[in-house]
């Protein structure tokens, strides 16, 4: 087992970034739901790759085709199978990797794992391909929760050197989310948006890379979501964002800064407002015990900068056992953390609807 | 479903802060390992409560009673199951929590999930007494890891604003873990564990509570552990950690701040040494794409300040619904950090065993 | 993974038959559910040894502990753990079967499957003992159920060649299922009771051991339980059923005998009755495509003989490897089906509560 | 979930009758085995429809079209996808079944199950046509256990009250196998096989349908294989079978007739034969305590009449809530039995495959 997830809904990803296609199962969706498609392709479509000068060329359609669950469309029932065909299989790019693996890269681990019959063109089973159909699943998902009330949103917090501001913890809402929508790169502040790029197009410039951090909220949960100990909101949330190629942490409300300070300063009040239990801060990331509390949920995922660069690398040739220098070839993503943000919204959503469901 | 995890073993832990007894069943442990008690004790006791004067008085025995798994001392095959008794039950301490909840704990919200049918005594089932069967499961799975060359180990990097150095990424070794147990607090240095406890000491006297990171290390892990996606070695392991109360974040290897940094900086170069492939750095914390690379398995965890603190506290009564001021009676921890260091090695011990048979 | 079963429900059995204690972890339980333990006790009983002339004198408390799970005698959303001490530890009985495992039981299946390691005295893992947790799980889920208004009940169809009457698969009620526990032998008829009285008594006298049948039925279940596929009523009974020691077949309403006919008698007719859809017959045992229909759930399993008898056996020496005789000492019941029957049920129940908590 | 059945290898099944493709993802497959795709195209022709005057017209291709999991035509350890196209779509024939339900069909209960949103046409999810990406995956793990010299074979043993010998439980082979391919139907004794011919033309003749038993042997699997009580190998093939649409019953070696039989006839003496033990008889159907004792694995499935018969039925109209007679129009299969043998032996190979890398 290894591409799956969710208890009531069960997730099963395949592909790999040449195969013919790639694509997800989603069983256990309730049914009678309507699902838009024109508003899941408007999702797809945000993760996608060739739109401006910071991302690649690659010409992927990620024209979804639903197999499968719908009837009529809407919801039947019957698992919901999505697919992507890859169009753009130059594999001959990446024939040298399955020698030489990338530095932090998957080539080596894969390699050693499937015993060197993975897939190595384009990173197989591992690439950031396979967030295609990830964000099919998290934007159906994202969908239905939307019906239900409940929004998730995700912006840039952090590339490199540059920062925008956080969500406010206690008052996010859907409108914030609208306005990142509407920015040229996914912050909250169109400047931080602009200090952002800069640090991207830095790093491309020097054939280089850039890590960043990713703020996701999701506002309009009801409060007793998710299960004591291990399956707890927080497992949950986690458990798909790792799933995530480079994300390297996850923290929740206050996350690691807030050890430095006291509990009298964390500790979120509760107090009542119009017949409703609220807190007044909200540094635990609204969630208590693992379970949810009704305020929104907060959380942070670091990506760490893309393995994929154009200078040349100290790496190993594996089938001489010996030390060998490493030029990548083709066109890379300086930073694929504008195209995890989606990502980022449906992990959150795949985990959160499946946690609802489990309620 | 909630406090169970596992692939290949099976973790089941049972239990309330002030039910008769609590413990865990381990399905799966291999037939044929014998399991030494006194080790097992030993490593409880780092755990155990009442040893100094930064933590509660409370006097419970945890000593482990073995129900089944064992023939002669030595794993049979059958589900390992161990209990402890419940010594010091004086729920009458926490009869006002179940009307105000506690600001940032589990009260409120096992509450709502449960219907006001939750065990209120000492946080029930969400207790930190609930990490004594969790170290009773990892206590064994560590033992048997370093029957096979594997070494876990963990120390206080950080409690409130006094730090400790954080491990040598590439050169950590189970003399560092040795080395942390002999010291009063599990630090690395014994000047940073002095400060470590002037920190806790300060929140004490100020009826307060802070929060700290723990870093731990896994050592001798081959390289192929761990499936990709959402079965990668990190999924598993923050799968677990996250069911320690009190953490808010979770990073691997360089995570948040490793965003700032470059490719050309951050990847981990590949070498041949001694036949073996190794990296120069270890940014990555030992894991590429999910799966083990050989290097040594780093990560950190963020624990919120403890929410029961002697001070009055904003609340609501929830059968009134109207807000309410608490004042926590009963003596607590003010900092669970300490006590949490063997906890986080059990989570490592038990996701990285799982991964391990599961290869 | 292996003693493991359930959905939202997580049963998770352990222990041995001369282990200090045997036991059960019920994961998932809704809160506010009041635990009658009398009525447990009651129901355990019906397994129990040692009641009459026709099973052995293995004096067993079975007196269950409950741990954990329930807070004033109610759930209280924290896994519900029983446990039940073994007193009669006369393991010196069954040292004969470590060096010469007994035909056609799984002593020489867990000396494979363990090294040699696997817990021989009295069957370890493996002994009908470990039926007693599964009782307690099964009783309590029994309960529940009553409260709801499902109603199971199970009675002995066969023994050698000894029959009782089936039940009505229409009009099968909670009536039926009383009369059954106020006669002898768990049968319908008290002359079907006696007869099959006689055939473990005739089995007995030569030191041999006789098979049987077991029937169960659930009323009162609404319609729409279960899944499609893996997750049907079906698949979900039998993988609890198989869970008892002996089971080699389990049949839904018509069953095997059902092939025999057309569709054109064996469908079971729709029609409206006081505003209800029912089915005129119920070959389909309730279940069609996996998915209760709202008539009783109706399956009968079927019982080996009980391979541990006193008459002289071939088998082998596993140190020698060589063939030697086997001549088992100690009491054995004849025919462990009497006592089968409340571990039938509890089956039924776990595997339909499940269902029913997961609809 | 529903439609998931795996530990090891993760099988999931998406796809109704007349949706656009069904298929199949296979998590878990171990890297680096070849897959004989024209084998695996014979197979799937083993269960295709419209081969002869006793099963329907219904044009399928069945042409399996691998997704994903394949590098240069061997697994790489990603998820192996399947998808079949559907061409023949005539989903009118069905409309009248959304209204009034056939008896013993799952058209009711997937109506309660799924509130009416269920995909009437052809049965939807519920539709024989799902057998199709079982067999793909069943297929696959076919070859790969004849890889490492474990046989899978199954034949018809009975067709109402026609019936084939039963496979020599000690001594079945390969032979046996393939002597049943190549018999005009699936039965060891060709003029079994006529007999079962003619019963189902008989049935065809009357508009009328038939079941059957099918019987399953696998040799060569080593001792050892499945866990105890849930996971035991019963547990895994009756999770499968199940699965299976028709299937009511499911026994294992000497099964429901067994019980008539005494301990001392029944059960299975061991002896040393070449340095291997073996049992002489093999009423234990190959396992013992759930797991392999290394003879053949042996168990028969009870098929209920197809539930789909040209003659005119009672039934129920579900908008008007009144009783209703049905007409089902369209050609169907008189008994399903002749395509489902296939499925059973794919059934089988996947739960013993799992079990076979779980070990």
């Known amino acids: 087992m290894s591409s799956h997830f969710g208890r009531k809904i069960k997730i099963s990803i395949f592909?790999?970034?040449?195969?013919p296609a790639i694509g997800v199962s989603i069983d256990g969706l309730p049914a009678g739901i309507k699902i838009d498609m024109d508003e899941l392709r408007a999702f797809l479509r945000r993760r996608a790759p060739g739109q401006n000068d910071i991302s690649t060329a690659r010409a992927e359609s990620d024209e979804p085709e639903i197999l499968?669950?719908?009837?009529?469309?809407v919801t039947c029932g019957a698992p919901l199978a999505v697919v992507m065909r890859n169009n753009d299989a130059r594999s001959s790019d990446y024939?040298?990797?399955?020698?030489?693996?990338?530095?932090?890269h998957a080539d080596y681990t894969a390699h050693v794992k499937f015993n060197g019959f993975n897939d190595v063109s384009g990173g197989g089973h591992f690439s950031g391909r396979l967030t295609a159909p990830l964000c099919a699943a998290g934007g159906i998902c994202l969908q239905i929760l939307r019906g239900i009330g409940i929004h998730t949103g995700?912006?840039?917090?952090?590339?490199?050197?540059?920062?925008?501001a956080a969500f406010d913890p206690v008052n996010v809402s859907a409108a914030d989310f609208e306005k990142i929508k509407n920015n040229a790169l996914p912050a909250l502040n169109p400047e931080a948006g602009e200090a952002i790029r800069l640090e991207i197009i830095k790093a491309k410039e020097k054939g280089d890379s850039v890590g960043g951090i990713i703020e996701c909220a999701v506002t309009g949960l009801p409060a007793g979501l998710g299960d004591p100990m291990f399956d707890g909101v927080e497992n949950r949330i986690a458990a798909v964002v790792f799933g995530i190629p480079g994300v390297k942490g996850i923290e929740f409300?206050?996350?690691f800064a807030g050890v430095a300070r006291n509990g009298s300063e964390f500790n979120d009040s509760f107090f009542v407002d119009g017949g409703k239990i609220k807190t007044r801060t909200n540094n635990s990331g609204g969630i208590l015990?693992?379970?949810t509390n009704g305020m929104p949920v907060i959380?942070?995922?670091?990506?760490k900068p893309t393995p994929s660069i154009g200078m040349?690398?100290?790496?190993v040739s594996l089938p001489r056992m010996e030390n060998a220098a490493l030029q990548v070839k083709g066109r890379h993503d300086p930073c694929i953390v504008p195209r995890a943000v989606p990502c980022v919204e449906a992990a959150a959503a795949i985990a959160l609807y499946d946690a609802y469901l489990d309620r």
Chains 1, 2, 3, 4 share one sequence.
């Open 95 to 104: 024939r040298e990797t399955r020698d030489i693996p990338r530095p932090s």
């Open 15 to 19: 592909g790999q970034s040449h195969s």
């Open 68 to 73: 499968s669950g719908l009837s009529g469309g």
């Open 299 to 303: 959380f942070r995922a670091a990506f």
């Open 253 to 255: 409300g206050g996350g």
């Open 289 to 291: 015990g693992g379970i």
């Open 154 to 164: 995700a912006h840039i917090v952090q590339i490199g050197g540059a920062k925008d």
């Open 312 to 315: 040349e690398q100290e790496s």
